[in-house]
Structures are given as C-alpha cells and as structure tokens.
C-alpha cells in the first residue's frame, strides 16, 4: 500500500523539476513511510511512497522493466499476480523479484490496456512506456485506491494518490468548481469524477486513460460494471453454500502479507462474516479490533466481543470519548476537500488502534450495498410500490402539494415523517432515491446558497449525477437500481474515501474481500428477494452465517458509526459554528451563501427547534477544508 505522483509533459520534453516532484511525493509521505523513489526523463517524472506488505527486501519504486522502456508506479494490491507471474513467464517474461508490481510491468508489455481486466485487487497504478512516448493510468474496479490528475495551462498533467499531491504543484490554478458545490452540500462529498477544484479530476473506479505525446487529453475509458447478469439458482441451501464458498475464498486470497494482519471488528453483519471466514482459515487466533463510543446508542463495542469470544481472536478494543470533536481540523486536511461523514472520526480512530498491532487489516464494507444492508431501501422500495400504482402525473401535483404543506418533523420516527414520504412520492425512482439520500433537499439548498453563487451553477443541479449513473444501469430492477446508484456514489465518494484516508494517515492497509469482484459479479446477478425479503436486509447472507454467528448480530436493528453532532453543536462547538457560519471571515467570505439562511440553521438548531446536524457538519467542513482558498464569488 503505497503513494504515487507523476508529472507528464503532454507537449514538450522537458524534465520535470526533481525538487518539485519530491516535495509533491513527501504531501503523501504518511501512505507510504517505508521508503521512496524518483525516476526522471525527458517529458516525464514519476515517484513514490511505500508501504511494505509483500517482499518487502525488494519490490522498491519506480520500478523498470528488464529492458528499462517500462517503468510504473504502484499502490494497490493484486491479489492473483502469482497465476498471472506463471501465465507471463509462459510467454517469456523472466521475474526478478516476488511482487505483484511487476507483474504489472509484464502484464502491460503482453496484453497492453487490457492487462487491468486480469488483475484481481485493489490498484491505481502509472506506466511509462519510453517506446511509445505514453502514460497509461488505471484505477480499480470499485475505486478502492484514489486517483487524481489534472492537465496545466502549460502542457504538463500532474497526478497522485491524494490531491495534496497535485495542490503542491504551483502551476494549479485553486479555481473553485460551482458543479462540485452543489453536489456536496446534497452528497456530502464530491462524486467522481469532480474534485473541488475545477482543473482536477479523479480517475473513475473501473477506468484507465492512455496519455500519449504530441496528442489530446484523451477520454477516461470504462473495462468493467457490475453487471447484473442473473445467475441460475437450484436451491436456497446450495445458494447458501456457495455464498459461504465464493466469501471464504475472497477472504483467503488477501490474507497473504509479509507483516501482521488482523481486521475491524465492528459487531456488524458483514465485518463479523469476515472475522469468521479468517478464524476458519488461519490455525493462530485472528487480531481484531473494535471502536466505541461512551454513550450507549453509539457503541456496538458488546456485540463485536461476542463474536471475538467465539473465534477466540486476540481483540483489542478502545472507548473513544463523545467530546472527541478535536480532530476536525485534523480531517479536514486529511480528506483535502470537502467531506461531510462524520463517521470519519471513529474510523480514524479504530485505524489508530489498528496500527498499533497490524499493518494489514480486512474491513467489511460493501456488504450493505451488495445485500440491501440499508434501512433506507426498505423504505425505498416501500415508497416504489406506492410510485408503480400511480402515475407520475397524478403523484407529482397531489403528493407535491402535500409534501410542501405537511410540517416537517425530525424528532419523530421515520413512520411518521411524512413531509419526506409526500416529496419521494412526487419525484420519480431515481430522484426520490437522490432525495432520501441527500443531507441537504433540493429546497434546502436553493435557500442555502447565494443568488450569486446560483447564476454561476447556472442551472446545474446534482440530480444529473445519479440520472447519469441510471442512463448506464444494466438494470431496471429497482432495487438492483438504487444499489447500482450507491456503488456509483456513494460507496466510492465516501465509504472507500473515509477508509483509504483514515487508514493511511496511519500507514494501514486495509483489504475489502466483500468487494472482491468475482464475489460481486455473482451477488449482482441474484434476485433481489435474496437481498431484502420483506423488512429483512441481507436476507441470503444472513441465512448462511447462522451456523457461525449469534442471532442477536445477525438480525438485530442497524446501529452504523455514528456521533452525537447535535450535542456537539449545542455545547462545545457552538461557538465555532457561531464563527465559522456567522462572522464576516468565515463562510460569508466566500460569497456562496444566503447568510440569512445560514443564522436560521443556527438559531433553530440552538433552540432546539430542529436538528440541522447533517447541514451544519457539512458548512463546518467545508469551511475547515477550503478557507485557505480563494473560492471568493464576484457580487
């Protein structure tokens, strides 16, 4: 697990400055503080950060080819590069070392773009090739690994792991991106392939560019998509066996490393399941770890031992204290732009903990978007039922009119907050879904930001995110839909952000075998009622774990990662908020807000009126990430 940066002259052959490419690789000396490298040519720099896991005498970067017209840099894990090293020496190829790095070099010389459709694992990756005067980036199938470039004025792109490494560079003009705006502050993140800025941009899970001198800024170029290609079932129980089977050996092929390994241990479904996959696997007690909070409704810190007392781990916990609010300054340099989960602070916290007695731990994300783990698609899909039986011209005007006239209430259970139900039911599937999502309504926003800042969206709205992601769907199954849109979004714009930048600030590489992608293209192609039957989520994974872990983990109700924002706003981070939000060298510097609206959300907040935690996290970390930026709208 490593960092990489790269700069690329598109036009000329200039040598990159040494000086300027290692100060833009030490932004990202945290992902990789084993060792470093620096390749320079003409046209071309590239450079990296290591994190040793596997051969760890060698597999240094850059590393070249035997003849030395190829060079890449790395970070990732390609879990089947031993069959792969095989299929290559078959042809001719001759190792030098026991890594999967070159194995990249290798696949490239013998399949060229079309080397990524082998590879198995997590990867964004750089190869140089000095025969072709070309550049050729790839970023794995669900975007596990980060990867950002940008083109300058003069001809050069530059790249990295992070978009520190690219903000390092002075060529780069910090314009504001409107677009980007807009889709946080209803996102809580910045969906690919946007960053903040408007000159930078992520590389799309499951895409590669190919940059070659003397030509265009070409396209990114898709090589894989769920598929949704239906799988043939004969039984529940041979359904449950191969489930079991497919998840043992998605568990077992990233549990090699040269280095201590272990996994989170969250008292959750899906990181349960793949504590107990290790247990089955490995003769030594697994090392596991769990994070909680000091107030009872956050902390599944209880659920989490009995599954470590069932497999006998060697598990390590810590109480995290509910005033742990210091690290948002922390975060906001380490996410780099906009980033409004608020559960980035326990899972900074358990990759602390985790540190301390691992190099390499598996998590269980993306178990909830591949089962239907979600409450919100029960009620989603509870709300289709009611969208299928009416037309959308009927729905919009009678359940519109509702949804604007039906007082909003937070504080009570989601059965009864019908304001919400009323304004789902007016839009159609994919933009109820965008609804039920959103931290901030389209009307919220609307009345959030300034008249100024408006003209210049001009017209641009979130919404063409997710219809956009919906036109590409290789299904129209509504809940195979809704999980297809939060693999697009959601799973990569922030579940997989928050784990990659909490996990390398501390030097940790974490493995995700639920997003295994053989394992995936398998769960994408069963019948939803596999997924969610009736109320229950998860439904075939769950009947498959029973034999291996208690009731009480499997079917009780979903606690997620949470923290007491509403507490914090109202006691020891009122007086930021009032700061940040309020005074003239806060956010109203910026330009892009209604500062009228923004002292309502802090008035009904403090008075307790409403809870506007979600909204107030987001302004925070806006302000936090971008005040050192000139992102000033003109009156």
Known sequence: MCGIAGIFDLTQQREPDRALLEAMNQTQFHRGPDEGGVFLAPGVGLAHRRLSIIDLASGQQPMFSADNTLCVVYNGEIYNFKALASELEALGFHFRTHCDTEVILYAWQAWGERCVERFRGMFAFAVYDSNTRSLFLARDRFG????????????????????????????????????????????????????IYRDVFKLRPGHTMLFRHGEPVPAQNQFWDIP?????????ADLQAELIARLREAVQVRMVAEVPLGAFLSGGVDSSAVVAMMAELQSDPVNTCAIGFDVKQF?????AARVAERYHTNHFQEIVSSEDFDLLDELAALYDEPYADSSAIPTYRVCQLAKKRVTVAL????????????????????????????????????????????????????????????QALARNSVQAYLHSVSICSDEQRAALFSD????????????????????????????????????????????????????????????????????TEWVSGLSPEWKLR????????????????????????????????AKWFRGPLKERLRKDLLESGGLAATGLFNQKYLARLFDEHQSGRRDHSAPLWSLLMFQATVRDDQFVVAA
Not at 228 to 236: G, I, M, N
Not at 299 to 303: A, G, K, L, P
Not at 534 to 549: C, F
Request: aromatic share 12%; proline share 8%; hydrophobic share 35%.
């Open 452 to 519: 100024n800042f408006k003209r210049e969206l001009q017209g641009y709205s979130v919404h063409s995110v997710f219809d956009e992601h919906a036109a590409n769907s290789p299904t129209d199954d509504p809940l195979s839909m809704i999980q297809y849109l939060d693999m697009k979004t959601y799973l990569v714009g922030d579940i997989l952000t928050k784990v990659d930048r909490a996990s390398m600030a501390h030097a940790l590489e974490v493995r995700v075998p639920l997003l295994d992608h053989p394992l």
């Open 534 to 565: 009736g109320q229950e989520g998860k439904y075939l994974l769950k009947k498959s774990l029973e034999s291996r872990l208690p009731q009480d983990v499997l079917y009780r109700d979903k606690m997620g990662f949470g923290v007491p924002l």
């Open 363 to 422: 998590s269980g994300d993306g178990g909830d978007e591949h089962f239907a783990g979600y409450r919100r698609y029960r009620w989603h899909m509870h709300e289709e039922r009611l969208r299928q039986a009416l037309p959308l011209g009927l729905r919009k005007p009678v359940f519109g009119a509702l949804g604007r006239l039906y007082p909003k209430a937070d504080w009570a259970p989601r059965v009864f907050r019908a304001k919400t139900t009323f």
């Open 228 to 236: 949704f290609k239906p799988v043939t079932v004969a039984s529940e």
């Open 299 to 303: 902390n599944e810190t209880e659920y």
């Open 144 to 195: 596990i690994k980060p990867l950002f470039y940008s083109v300058l004025a003069d001809g050069q792109l530059v790249f990295g792991s992070e978009l520190k490494v690219i903000k390092a560079h002075p060529g780069l003009p910090r314009a504001l991106q409107p677009q980007a705006v807009e889709d946080y502050f209803a996102l809580g993140y910045v969906p690919e392939p946007k960053t």
